[in-house]
């Protein structure tokens, strides 16, 4: 079974900086391209950042300059770096992830738990 175990986020001041991480569990699984999602209240979950196996990145103008997606294929891990947080930037914050099993040639979509991120004075 494919877990997507996340950390990091909670509560920071404008300005500030918080990092998030992102694990796929299981030895078997394999992870393709990863991203970042959030979710603020009473509003759709959107993209955040995404990054292919090979780290070719993209990520939403409203990040860019601010937030660094990367991530470490011997660790099936993927991170989110934010800094210059913003009130905006208040969500939960999901990583999701195309896995494949072993040498099986079908992508499944995964999401992690999601992890608050809230940013206020």
């Known amino acids: 079974q494919v877990q997507l175990e996340q950390s990091g986020g909670g509560l920071v001041q404008p300005g500030g900086s918080l990092s998030l991480s992102c694990a796929v569990s299981?030895?078997?699984?394999?992870?393709?391209?990863m991203a970042w999602y959030r979710q603020a209240p009473g509003k759709q979950r959107d993209m955040v950042a995404t990054i292919t196996k090979d780290g070719s990145a993209d990520y939403v103008d409203s990040v860019k300059g601010r937030f660094t997606i990367a991530r470490d294929n011997a660790k099936k891990t993927v991170y989110l770096q934010m800094g210059g947080l913003k009130p905006e930037d208040t969500a939960v914050y999901y990583c999701?992830?195309?896995?494949?099993?072993?040498?099986?040639?079908?992508?499944?979509?995964?999401w992690g738990q999601g992890t608050q991120v809230t940013v206020s004075s």
């Open positions: 999701n992830a195309a896995v494949r099993r072993g040498l099986s040639t079908t992508w499944r979509d995964y």
């Open positions: 299981g030895t078997a699984f394999i992870p393709g391209t």
